[in-house]
C-alpha cells in the first residue's frame, strides 16, 4: 500500500540535440603574479607583529579592567568608614 510503484519500462530523459544559440565567452587568462621569498617573509613578519599588538592590547585592557574594578573595591571600603 506504501510501497512506490514504478513503471515497468522507463522512458528516457529527453536529449536536447540543438547547439546553443550563443557561443560561451571565452576566458582570458588571470595575469601571472610573480612572488618571491622576500614579499611571503615580509607578510609573514607583518602577521605576527600584528597578532603580538593585537595580543598586547588586549592584556592591558584587561589589567586596566582588574585595577579599575580593585580601586572601586577599595574606595567603597573607604567611604563606608
Request: hydrophobic share 50%.
Amino acid at each position: 500500500m506504501f510501497l512506490p510503484k514504478y513503471p515497468d519500462n522507463p522512458t528516457p530523459p529527453p536529449v536536447h540535440t540543438h547547439a546553443p544559440t550563443d557561443p560561451a565567452p571565452a576566458r582570458r587568462a588571470l595575469p601571472s603574479i610573480s612572488i618571491d621569498q622576500k614579499t611571503v617573509a615580509a607578510v609573514v613578519v607583518a602577521g605576527v607583529v600584528l597578532t603580538a599588538l593585537l595580543a598586547a592590547v588586549a592584556v592591558t585592557a584587561i589589567s586596566v579592567a582588574i585595577a579599575a574594578v580593585v580601586l572601586r573595591s577599595l574606595l567603597r571600603e573607604h567611604n563606608r568608614r
